[in-house]
């Protein structure tokens, strides 16, 4: 379980140009709760924000999941990801299909999983990530495995990680510290 910021690692950091991620069990803790009214799920918002920094420094970001919900849906619309893929399909292909569309490769991009249908992913990424609640195979895969919880600000550390290694997090501290900041 990889977790210190070694050479190969921060220039793993450096390099990424996409950021992809599971859905459930890495924005969400992987509950999902049911009832008449339909499925809701608990996302956190510091993830959130640490999303549209990145997509305001460039980085696109997109979700894949094997599993189809409004909620994410809604969740995905909200934040204006870039790319949002679910289906019962090959993740891969899902993948392999939004590098395509922005002129990336597998070396650009981050892919945070936690789970059996992430491994093919983690394996593939320049960079690969996973949560301290991810299974064993997961956490094996990764270059880097969170403090954080999946869906209690696990994808903020990594955005964190991304933002201060490619020399962009200062700026974005002093524009918030000043009140001179684009909107998001």
């Avoid at 008449?36 to 979700?63: H, N, P, T, Y």
């Avoid at 903020?156 to 490619?166: D, F, P």
């Amino acid at each position: 379980m990889p977790t210190k910021l070694t050479p190969a690692l921060l220039t793993k950091l450096a390099h990424v140009k996409i950021f992809l991620c599971d859905v459930d069990g890495i924005l969400t803790d992987g509950s999902v709760f049911i009832g008449q009214a339909g499925e809701m799920k608990r996302f956190s918002i510091q993830d959130g924000l640490g999303l549209k920094l990145l997509q305001r420094e460039g980085i696109k970001v997109g979700w894949i999941s094997a599993r189809p919900s409004r909620a994410t849906h809604r969740r995905a619309d909200e934040l204006k990801v870039d790319f949002l893929s679910q289906s019962k399909s090959s993740k891969v292909a899902a993948a392999e299909k939004i590098l395509a569309r922005t002129h990336l490769s597998w070396a650009d991009a981050c892919y945070m999983g936690d789970d059996i249908v992430d491994l093919c992913l983690l394996t593939r990424a320049g960079l690969a990530v996973s949560v301290p609640n991810g299974i064993a195979e997961a956490k094996n895969a990764a270059d880097y495995v969170t403090k954080a919880a999946g869906g209690h600000g696990a994808v903020r550390e990594v955005v964190e990680l991304i933002l201060k290694t490619q020399k962009k997090w200062k700026r974005l501290v002093e524009e918030y510290s000043s009140g001179k900041h684009e909107k998001l």
